[in-house]
């Protein structure tokens, strides 16, 4: 099986930073996708930040500008460096990978546990 665990929530004030991190582990035989969700309370889960494989990124218009999506295959790890956060922000963070668990299977998606964000003063 594949886990992807997620690091480096917390609570930080408007304006500040906050860098996460998410780990996949497993049976892996290639990642394509990764990216990161977000959900707020009473709201749908939306897409925040997306990486490809080959370093492609794709991000939420209210993010643009502020966060940034990077990979390391070599670790099959992906980041979301969040700058200049706003109370908005605030979600649980999901982080999202399509994964193939060997050379003649399809890649599906698998799913983090979830890290909290929370903006406030």
């Known amino acids: 099986q594949v886990q992807l665990v997620e690091s480096g929530g917390g609570l930080v004030q408007p304006g500040g930073s906050l860098r996460l991190s998410c780990a996949a582990s497993?049976?892996?035989?290639?990642?394509?996708?990764m990216g990161w969700y977000r959900q707020a309370p009473g709201n749908q889960r939306e897409l925040v930040a997306a990486?490809?494989?080959?370093?492609?990124?794709n991000y939420a218009d209210s993010v643009k500008g502020r966060f940034t999506i990077s990979r390391d295959n070599a670790k099959n790890t992906v980041y979301l460096q969040m700058n200049s956060l706003k109370p908005e922000d605030t979600a649980v963070y999901y982080c999202?990978?399509?994964?193939?668990?060997?050379?003649?299977?399809?890649?599906?998606?698998?799913w983090g546990q979830g890290t909290q964000v929370t903006v406030s003063s």
């Open positions: 999202n990978a399509d994964v193939s668990t060997a050379l003649w299977t399809s890649a599906r998606p698998y």
């Open positions: 497993g049976s892996i035989f290639s990642i394509r996708t």
């Open positions: 990486i490809t494989s080959v370093g492609s990124t």
